[in-house]
């Protein structure tokens, strides 16, 4: 698998992080963080502990959207970087964490 990363002019990448910044304060991050659960391991880390990941990161043409970002707890998003959510899946599966099915 070949990696793919568009060049991110940067005043998009300014323009998306305050788009992220202004949907962190919204109510709907805010239900969306309530149960304190990572999307990706699935722990229970509380609310005060999750940080906002794009599935599809900035710097692989994702935008900041309801459906392109996700709580993780700060675990998950370090080790995930920019990895989109294909490559992420593979890596779990060659650490043995996900199934095969």
């Given at each position: 698998m070949s990696d793919y990363y568009a060049p991110v002019d940067p005043e998009v990448l300014k323009r998306e992080r305050a788009k992220a910044r202004a949907l962190r304060q919204s109510p709907w991050w805010k239900r969306r963080i309530a149960d304190g659960v990572c999307h990706y391991c699935r722990?229970?880390?509380?609310?005060r502990h999750l940080t906002m990941d794009h599935l599809v990161p900035l710097g692989r043409g994702g935008?900041?959207?309801?459906?392109?970002?996700?709580?993780?707890c700060k675990t998950c998003n370090t080790k995930k970087q920019s990895l989109v959510p294909v490559e992420w899946e593979e890596y779990l599966r060659a650490l043995g964490a996900l199934g095969d099915d």
């Open positions: 722990r229970r880390v509380g609310h935008r900041t959207t309801r459906g392109n970002v996700v709580p993780a």
